[in-house]
């Protein structure tokens, strides 16, 4: 009986071990390299008090003229995200949120977002928030 439980014991440790060892080389994400790549384009039409039909963002408060860069002015948005670079593309997600300049220089603007996806290729949510770099003409979030 002794032999049995003996047995019983070393093949246990013998399970365990094999599944801490298989555990430990299960791959791990890389930092450097997202596990999704999305190309998405972002189109913002803000209300000027003629476009009601195709505004998609409103000021909510009015650049304070201290500065030539609409230092002081907010944004609140519900834009369209499509695949490609084309307003009348079927969208892909909304983004929903809002911007404001903080600096009294051209690259100054603070970005708040969340990207609203329902499609049947995506589903959830992806909240953006920090500096918005302006005067880049294209923007790489990582």
């Known amino acids: 009986m002794r032999n049995v439980v003996r047995l019983s014991w070393y093949f246990l440790l013998v ?18 390299q997202p596990c999704k790549r999305m ?8 209300f000027n008090g003629s476009n009601l039909a195709n ?7 009015n650049d304070t ?9 907010m944004v609140t948005f519900d834009d369209p995200i499509t695949k490609d670079n084309h307003l009348l593309s079927p969208p892909v997600a909304r983004a929903q949120g809002l911007y404001f300049y903080d600096r009294k220089n051209p690259s100054g603007s603070w970005f708040a977002g969340t990207l609203v996806f329902n499609s049947t ?12 770099p302006l005067l880049e003409g294209t923007r790489i979030s990582r």
């Open 15 to 32: 399970f365990l071990a094999c599944n801490y060892i298989l555990a430990a080389k299960k791959k791990s994400l890389n930092r450097d």
């Open 39 to 46: 190309v998405l384009y972002y189109h913002d039409i803000l």
């Open 55 to 61: 505004a998609t963002s409103v000021a909510t408060a």
């Open 65 to 73: 003229k201290i500065s030539a860069y609409k230092f002081g002015k």
């Open 121 to 132: 290729e995506n589903k959830g949510t992806l909240t953006i928030m920090g500096p918005d």
